[in-house]
Structure formats: structure tokens, C-alpha cells
């Protein structure tokens, strides 16, 4: 299996996880999130595949967080009602972060070993989308775990904005 085929398999699997996560959260406001992230990662496993085939590749920019900002607004009310079932969501955001570090250092690796200028175009353009959905999967977990962390004291000094 070439590098290229190990990175087609890897954005299957996640655009299969991410299309699992929509239909687990189908209830809320995250199910959209999930179903935008799945859309990216086909693309990303269309654009590896194209590279194989040697066709042309459109790196124009695309991603799910482009879509995402009207979304995160209503997800306040989904984050101030969480109990302890939604509270066990958090490992299935945690395990989407490592996914997209994963894909992250498997680009940057590819990155590394490509030989021509359009290689090198396409890995950037894929470590660049999957920095952008590690970062939609960070600020989730940190507005998830601030209640868990957040202590309103004098004595513990000036803290961040909330």
C-alpha cells in the first residue's frame, strides 16, 4: 500500500466516524458539525484519489468550519443542558482530536517526502484542513471542560475571559 492509499483509507475512516458521530447526535445541534466534517473528509479522500490517478486537483479553500460559525452560536444551549450522558460525549470529541492529529502528522510526514510541487501543494493544503478540525475539536472539549475547570474565587487571582 502506498502513502497515498494509507492517506485515502485514513479520510475514509473518518468521513465513516464523522457520518457514526452525525447519527449519534442527531437530537442537538452537533449532528451538523459532524455531517460537515464528514463532507470534508470525502473531499480530502477525492483530492488523494485524484492525485493518484494523476488528475488535476482544485485546492481552493473548502472546510467545514467555513459553514460552522452560524452553528456554534445555538450550541450554547446545548452546552448549558449537558448531563451526565451528553458529559460521556466528551470522550468521543477527545478521540476526533487525536483522529485529526493523526491525519496531521501523517501529512506532515507525506509533506516531507514529496517530490514535486504539486505534492507538496496537496499535503499542505490537507495539513492546513485538518489543523483547522483539530481546532474545531479543541475549542469543543475546552467550552465542554471549563465548568469542570472553572473556579470564581479572589483568591485564585485574575483568570482568562469565560
Sequence with gaps: MTSL???INLENEGEKYYRKQAELNKDNYLKVVFE???KDEKKHAEKLRNKLEHKVNDLKESSALNEVDDIFTGLNDFFTNL???SQKQLKVYEEALGIEKQSIELYEKLLSEAQDYEEK??????IE???EHYQLFFNVLTFLNRPN???EDAEFGIREEY
Aim: glycine share 0%; hydrophobic share 50%; net charge negative.
Design 129 to 131: 484542513q485538518e489543523k
Design 36 to 38: 460537515l466534517l464528514a
Design 149 to 151: 475547570e472553572w473556579v
Design 121 to 126: 501543494s496537496l499535503f499542505t493544503y490537507l
Design 83 to 85: 448531563n451526565d450522558e
Design 5 to 7: 492509499e494509507f492517506a
